[in-house]
């Protein structure tokens, strides 16, 4: 109980910027940084205006406690109803929910801490674990299905599907030991989309966030699976799955006025060039070619052309760009210049 009223008060200075020390009814300290000892003969708020300083009452899980909070007066009276305020909400919250529920309210940016160190044990949920969520959305609104195959399939020890809605499902992978089948989420994530096209027949979109070591920073997570899911079909950077990771200098680039992106863009392009980028056909080819790392004859197979037919291609980029795309430096001016160019447009 020591620790999660530890917990408690830790909140509470991160949310009020209040530091507070707890005490138990017979006036001992608990935790916090003030006096060894406290005032005990009071009913339910005592005034110091001496040490400046109010105490409070509170019930804490059922236990009572004795709360030192810095000032007297209105305000700080304010701050103590504030607090037993919070401490019944998060009592409230402890009330036995299904792991389902747990998960939605962890996803949503919803479970404080309490509740984390509560529930993650009890629902085997590991925390300070390599994990990720991986976000999928099926547009036959077909999401209790994908789960079904999740679970009868491709699950981990530790991980868990939930359904969003009926179009979308969260996946909350973890890498528990480095004995694991996939060299990382993503490949794990392509493995996953495959495998659900080939059991259900119908085509899913399949994100992931950026790897986190603590649940309760999964909402972070869903939230950039999200905006890479937003994005993909704003800026195609081609592939079956999109990573937020692909995604992060875009996100950099939406921080850049306008203007200024298009000043960079007007060095970068000219007629030819533009001809090239607003080519359907080009575009399409060589955001393949880079998908595919460089590889031609993975690109041919891929696009279903002629070895020649590509090469010719990628030699018409080089002449109008001056960007030689099979070299990896080149590669990357013309990944950005694309970027650039969807972001202005």
Same mark, same amino acid.
């Given at each position: 109980?020591?620790?999660?009223?530890?917990?408690?008060?830790?909140?509470?200075?991160?949310?009020?910027?209040?530091?507070?020390?707890?005490?138990?009814?017979?006036?001992?300290?608990?935790?916090?940084?003030?006096?060894?000892?406290?005032?005990?003969?009071?009913?339910?708020?005592?005034?110091?205006?001496?040490?400046?300083?109010?105490?409070?009452?509170?019930?804490?899980?059922?236990?009572?406690?004795?709360?030192?909070?810095?000032?007297?007066?209105?305000?700080?009276?304010?701050?103590?109803?504030?607090?037993?305020?919070?401490?019944?909400?998060?009592?409230?919250?402890?009330?036995?929910?299904?792991?389902?529920?747990?998960?939605?309210?962890?996803?949503?940016?919803?479970?404080?801490?309490?509740?984390?160190?509560?529930?993650?044990?009890?629902?085997?949920?590991?925390?300070? &674990? @390599?994990?990720?969520?991986?976000?999928? =959305?099926?547009? !036959?609104?077909?999401? +209790? $299905? #994908?789960? /079904?195959?999740?679970?009868?399939?491709?699950?981990?020890?530790?991980?868990?599907?939930?359904?969003?809605?009926?179009?979308?499902?969260?996946?909350?992978?973890?890498?528990?030991?480095?004995?694991?089948?996939?060299?990382?989420?993503?490949?794990?994530?392509?493995?996953?989309?495959?495998?659900?096209?080939?059991?259900?027949?119908?085509?899913?979109?399949?994100?992931?966030?950026?790897?986190?070591?603590?649940?309760?920073?999964?909402?972070?997570?869903?939230?950039?699976?999200?905006?890479?899911?937003?994005?993909?079909?704003?800026?195609?950077?081609?592939?079956?799955?999109?990573?937020?990771?692909?995604?992060?200098?875009?996100?950099?680039?939406?921080?850049?006025?306008? &203007? @200024?992106?298009?000043?960079?863009?007007? =060095?970068?392009? !000219?007629?030819?060039? +533009? $001809? #090239?980028? /607003?080519?359907?056909?080009?575009?399409?080819?060589?955001?393949?070619?880079?998908?595919?790392?460089?590889?031609?004859?993975?690109?041919?197979?891929?696009?279903?052309?002629?070895?020649?037919?590509?090469?010719?291609?990628?030699?018409?980029?080089?002449?109008?760009?001056?960007?030689?795309?099979?070299?990896?430096?080149?590669?990357?001016?013309?990944?950005?210049?694309?970027?650039?160019?969807?972001?202005?447009?």
């Amino acid at each position: 109980m020591t620790s999660e009223i530890q917990l408690f008060i830790d909140e509470i200075a991160r949310n009020l910027g209040l530091e507070a020390t707890v005490y138990s009814q017979s006036g001992m300290r608990v935790c916090g940084e003030d006096e060894e000892i406290c005032e005990t003969n009071f009913n339910q708020v005592y005034f110091d205006t001496q040490k400046n300083y109010t105490l409070f009452r509170l019930r804490f899980k059922g236990k009572g406690y004795i709360i030192r909070i810095p000032g007297v007066g209105t305000v700080t009276t304010n701050y103590a109803y504030l607090i037993n305020q919070l401490s019944q909400k998060s009592a409230d919250k402890s009330v036995s929910i299904t792991k389902e529920e747990f998960v939605l309210s962890v996803l949503h940016g919803e479970a404080d801490e309490f509740q984390i160190n509560k529930y993650a044990k009890t629902f085997s949920l590991l925390d300070n &674990a @390599k994990s990720c969520v991986i976000f999928i =959305v099926n547009d !036959d609104g077909k999401a +209790k $299905e #994908i789960i /079904e195959i999740i679970n009868n399939y491709s699950m981990g020890k530790y991980d868990f599907a939930v359904e969003l809605n009926e179009f979308q499902v969260a996946l909350i992978k973890v890498f528990e030991d480095e004995e694991e089948d996939y060299t990382s989420f993503k490949e794990y994530a392509e493995f996953l989309c495959q495998f659900i096209l080939e059991e259900m027949g119908t085509k899913t979109h399949v994100s992931l966030g950026s790897s986190v070591n603590r649940i309760i920073d999964l909402s972070t997570s869903l939230a950039q699976a999200r905006y890479a899911h937003i994005k993909k079909d704003l800026v195609n950077l081609g592939g079956k799955v999109h990573s937020y990771k692909d995604y992060v200098l875009i996100k950099i680039l939406e921080d850049v006025p306008k &203007a @200024k992106l298009r000043e960079y863009l007007n =060095v970068l392009l !000219d007629s030819s060039v +533009k $001809e #090239i980028f /607003e080519s359907k056909e080009m575009m399409d080819t060589a955001e393949e070619f880079l998908e595919n790392s460089l590889n031609v004859s993975e690109t041919s197979r891929k696009l279903f052309l002629h070895r020649n037919t590509l090469t010719y291609r990628l030699d018409k980029i080089q002449s109008a760009t001056g960007l030689d795309i099979r070299k990896f430096s080149d590669a990357l001016t013309f990944r950005l210049i694309s970027i650039l160019a969807k972001q202005v447009n």
